[in-house]
């Protein structure tokens, strides 16, 4: 139907299905969703308003809607065993705001990551509604060392005294300590902001250890290692429940996505399995080979390693930009992202590193076995880059190899 009525659509579908099949994807804030959660995503909760919560709607007909976020609700909050969770917000950046606006005024001092470092746009960044509005300053991991370094943190927030603290980051590759992080807060008396985006599946898993207990606010999106569909996610203490979901709506959005909603709490309940746990397992195993494999073949690696599903590369002794590496490597089939490495010397528009992750290749079922080879590719492109026929060679073997793994797994 949809092929006859809009082929200018649906050939473009085709066409990304067929990208995504034979194409290995190592951008670690992407993931493939479950055949559930695809469903629900893509089913007639799309046509429901329901601005409001449940029971307190602005319009009739919520009552299974209703059913849904509450089993979503109570789901995150199991899931993460936090005292209240706030399902609707659009993004990962809607989740900052909220948190941002329900307990800063404009011109608060915010302190966090800086971009270079790992931190994300939400996270005080000129050019985003957070630098434009807030007073931010940031920290930057250890030089030498490209890890946090904790004591530094404590002297900045003693010295500037912010009103919040943001940790949590899009490319720091090591597992970040909430607990000093806590402790820095309460300190200074700041609140504490962990932005999860990135490592909630691990955090689930045990396999990262757990904010909640500690900060008064967690935000996370819901498509990154966690698996489920786009989208943002707060989690807070229950003296600020009204707090959050007045500033969600009223404040800051309309209707809810209330098949996202869905596709929320079906992602919760999967990752509530055995098997969810055995993912997160494989993801952090994958990345650990995938690195390994890239420092034995000469690759330098921010922090000298990764703890979770991700890393950064710093390509500079490769003598490539990152937005050269992202291009030759997506020549070949293999899809990665340029990033910032901390204090880069080039700008955050080409870069000197690319970030590199585990989340997507093992949802469609790679094995270690398979980041030797994935680490091979990358390599033999990256050193025969003016040499057409080898990277031929090595495109249609990236492309065999992708499309024997799905990309609609259960
Ligand atoms: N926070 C972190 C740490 C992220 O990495 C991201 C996304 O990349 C976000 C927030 C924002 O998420 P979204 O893209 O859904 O707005």
Known sequence: MMKKFDPEIYNILRKEIERQRNTIDLIPSENIVSKNVLKIVGSIFTNKYAEGYPNKRYYGGCEYVD???????????????????????HSGSQANMAVYFSVL????????????????LTHGVKVNFSGMLYNAIFYSVDRDTGLLNYENIRKIANREKPKIIVCGSSSYSRIIDFEKFYQIAKEVNAYLLADIAHIAGLIVANLH???????????????????????????CKKDFKEKIDSMIIPGIQGGPLVHVIAGKAVAFKEAMTKKFIKYQNQIVENCKVLCDELKKRGYKIISDGTDNHLFVVDLRNKNITGLEGQKLLENVGIITN??????????PSITSGIRIGTPCITSRGMKKSDMVKIAEWIDETI???????????????????????????E
């Open 209 to 235: 250890p757990s904010p909640v207990k500690y900060a008064e606010f967690v935000t996370s999106t819901t498509h990154k290692t966690l698996r489920g569909p786009r989208g943002g996610l707060i989690l």
């Open 338 to 347: 340029k990033n910032l490495i901390p204090f880069d010397p080039l700008p």
């Open 67 to 89: 059913m849904v976020e509450r089993i979503a609700v109570e789901r995150a909050c199991k899931l993460f065993n936090s005292e209240h969770a706030n399902v609707q917000p």
């Open 105 to 120: 005024k404009p011109g608060d001092k915010i302190l966090a990551m800086d971009i270079g470092s790992g931190g994300h």
């Open 383 to 409: 050193k025969n880059r003016e040499k057409e026929n080898i990277l031929k060679d090595i495109r249609k073997k990236v492309r065999r190899f992708a499309s024997e793994f799905p990309i609609y797994p």
